[in-house]
Nanobody, 116 residues
Framework: QLQASGGGLVQAGGSLRLSCAAS????????MGWYRQAPGKQRELVAT???????AYIDPVKGRFTISRDNAKNTLYLQMNSLKPEDTAVYYC????????????WGQGTQVTVSS
């Protein structure tokens, strides 16, 4: 399973760091990513990172967010700087993991609220 944490309330311009830990009988992890869903909107991809550590971002967060992973700890991170009110959303982590076979897992979501 994936357990996300680190959300909270922050003022515009502030920072938060999200974490997502994979637990259980996991024998490998391919790509991992962060998605977000704002009220009344569809869930959207925010950033992804390959097993080799190559990141990719959507344009609105480029230069402000940094995705990283610790393969030894099976943990994914999202450092969010210069936060804006439009970043307010529930953030979900996602990973493709090897258990009895390859499976796609989702974390439970963590709320990020940015006040103006």
């Amino acid at each position: 399973q994936l357990q996300a944490s680190g959300g909270g309330l922050v003022q515009a311009g502030g920072s938060l760091r999200l974490s997502c830990a994979a637990s259980g009988s996991i024998f490998g992890i391919k790509a991992m990513g962060w998605y977000r869903q704002a009220p009344g909107k569809q869930r959207e991809l925010v950033a992804t990172i390959t097993s080799g550590g190559s990141p990719a971002y959507i344009d609105p967060v480029k230069g402000r967010f940094t995705i990283s992973r610790d393969n030894a700890k099976n943990t994914l991170y999202l450092q969010m700087n210069s936060l804006k009110p439009e970043d307010t959303a529930v953030y979900y982590c996602n990973a493709v993991v090897l258990t009895t076979g390859w499976r796609e897992l989702w974390g439970q979501g963590t709320q990020v609220t940015v006040s103006s």
